[in-house]
């Protein structure tokens, strides 16, 4: 008998735990999964020895019945490729898509990551296999100039990425603070939050300031915090899915100041889904993600940061009630939805 359905793996490398491009993997296979022409398998190809985080697998086999977890290279891999008609592939590893080629599979690729210009063979390979994909698309407008800066191909598009945004929702009037999210590492701009929160001498009661996560700079990040004498920040350290659509919801201004050059960024996105604005730097795809509500300030600026955040602490509810609305209404035009990708893996 024919077969009625076509075969879609969606593929990507992956340190073992959830990530921005994990939780957008997850979203489009639980997408996926609900649409009668595909039959879905979810696979994660594990960088090195690294395996699977309890917190990743549950949140995967959540929203696919198919889920595999593959080293690179490998016969599991191999077969997976095999057995797909179409694959929706994360970045382009070049064991994926020059097997995916040679099999005569359709290649869909996003791209998550900016080019960066020096000679190597791992941008030689990417570049090989971006132009072997039937479609690519780009998560910001920033990654994709970094790859095509002149001429763009009819096969290239900006997509924006995303994963399962909250559902929490927080009145404005009963917003407080400002909060960070993310690991602590460099250039994530953790250090000029807390000096910028220490200039303005904000009263905490009134302007708490929450940072969630940890990571390799907590060392550095509390010696900052006992010097400036802020004894009343707050971290909660790392939290579940569910209790930091809470803690977004309720901020006042999401805080995303990175000089990393940042591909996209997702905090921003995920604080605009429930009417709450940002504060970025221009770095990279920040301005993009923060969209048309979001203050923005220079990367790696006190001073700067910290006008930002005068200018956020001293706005009048009506006006920043405006923004919130602006930040959530722009992103029904920024982001694309899931069936985008039903019609594409269609066409």
């Not at 559902?167 to 909060?179: D, H, I, S, T, V």
């Not at 200039?199 to 940072?211: E, G, R, S, V, Y």
């Not at 900052?224 to 971290?235: S, V």
Request: net charge positive.
């Amino acid at each position: 008998m024919k077969r009625t359905t076509k075969r879609l793996l969606i593929i990507g490398p992956s340190n073992g735990c959830y990530g921005g491009m994990e939780g957008f993997m997850i979203a489009v296979a639980q997408a996926a999964a609900a649409w009668p022409e595909f039959e879905v398998k979810l696979c994660f190809k594990l960088v090195k020895t690294e395996r699977p985080e309890e917190g990743l697998r549950r949140l995967a086999e959540d929203a696919c019945k198919k889920v595999y977890y593959v080293q690179r290279a490998s016969i599991d891999l191999l077969k997976l490729v095999a057995w797909a008609d179409i694959l929706h592939v994360q970045n382009p590893p070049a064991d994926v898509v020059f097997a995916a080629k040679l099999m005569g599979k359709k290649i869909f690729l996003t791209v998550h990551n900016r080019h960066v210009p020096v000679f190597s063979l791992h941008n030689v390979l990417w570049r090989i296999a971006i132009k072997l994909s039937y479609r690519r698309w780009y998560n910001s407008n920033f990654v994709w100039n970094t790859w095509e800066p002149e001429k763009k191909s009819i096969k290239s598009g900006c997509v924006y990425t995303v994963c399962n945004l909250p559902q929490a929702w927080c009145p404005p009037e009963q917003r407080k603070g400002f909060l960070f999210v993310g690991r602590w590492i460099p250039k994530k701009g953790i250090q000029e939050i807390i000096k910028a929160y220490a200039q303005n001498k904000f009263n905490a009661a009134d302007w708490p300031l929450t940072i969630l996560g940890d990571g390799p700079l907590r060392e550095e990040v509390m010696t900052l915090i006992k010097d400036l004498g802020l004894t009343k920040i707050l971290l909660p350290g790392f939290i579940n899915e569910d209790e930091k659509a809470k803690y977004i919801s309720s901020a006042r201004w999401l805080l995303a100041p990175a000089l990393t050059l940042e591909d996209l960024g997702l905090t921003p996105i995920e604080a605009r889904s429930v009417g709450v604005p940002a504060i970025v730097t221009r770095d990279g795809g920040l301005p993009e993600s923060g969209g048309p509500a979001a203050l923005i300030a220079e990367p790696g600026n006190v001073e700067d940061l910290a006008r930002c955040m005068m200018i956020a602490a001293t706005m009048d509810e009506a006006k920043y009630t405006q923004r919130g609305e602006l930040a959530k209404r722009s992103l029904k035009d920024f982001l694309q939805p899931m069936s985008f990708y039903r019609e594409a893996y269609l066409a």
